[in-house]
């Protein structure tokens, strides 16, 4: 009944698909799936379709909407929405560093392979030479550890002690490069994808107070609030305190109106949603270049008027002479 009423808008509304809501249509066709279609089968062929019973499972699934209800669980879906947005960006950095890693883990490998040959050195520090370089997979790991652990010096103070000092060089680039600045570019990079979905968090948020306020708003139920309507709902304090919080005086109601209206008297979803967000806060740079070239417009359009009734007038004059 709910997709019959709300169509399209049932999936997708607000420019934002609605995962629920498709769930929850999910869960209603695999529901007739197993009631009817499953049931014939079974009465028909005395067939044993246990296995795709399971499909009751996604029952399981619409207690999922419980994190979108409540606004306690608001942080857990910024984080999952951060992870899930951030995929992509966390494959990739990982391939990079993967790459670095292994390309350095090679070089220190071929590099130490000399020491542990000669056999110079005790038995103990060529054990350790080969247990963490001796071979490419060993250095790898090695690399791995001393990258994400934090621990990079006991990795490293026994090359530099006991083979060479070139070693230090090697690794203070290593470090510099990778473990300080690599990393910490990749920090940045989710911290601003988990601002961006916090910022977005809020403004689907802030869409569903505006669509919930428009519906309490229009007592008709004709998807268009008059300014009877408006101003009736402009009188509640909840609904004053919160356009307040927008940005939008309810002080003058009528001219609120006007000023969200677009000449026709009413206010549609659309015109209440754009009009709210375009006046909320200060007004941008971009929003006065617009007003600027609207007023130029009208300027031209009424020099255009002025002179074609400059021309009328002269016509008429000509006439009258004659």
Partial sequence: ARVYVARWAYFYYLNAWQWFNMMDAGVVVFSLIETYILGLLVSAHKSNLNILRALRFFRCLRALRIFRTFEIFSQLRVLVATVAGSF????WSMCL???TMLISSILVCEMVIPYIEEGKHSPETI???FMYYGTAGRSLW???MLTFSGGWPQYVNPLVEEASV???FFFAFYVSTVIFAMTRIITALFLKETLQAVAEDAENAAKRKLANLFVAADASGDGRISLEEFINITTQAKVRSYLSTLGL???NPKQLFKMLDDGDGGITIDEFMTGASKMKGTAKAQDMKFMINDVRRLEKALASIREEIKSSGGHSATSNEV
């Fill in 88 to 91: 992509f960006a966390l494959f």
């Fill in 97 to 99: 560093l993967f790459v």
């Fill in 127 to 129: 054990e350790w030479m």
């Fill in 142 to 144: 090695t690399h791995f």
């Fill in 166 to 168: 070139a070693f230090a």
């Fill in 249 to 251: 005086e309810t002080d």
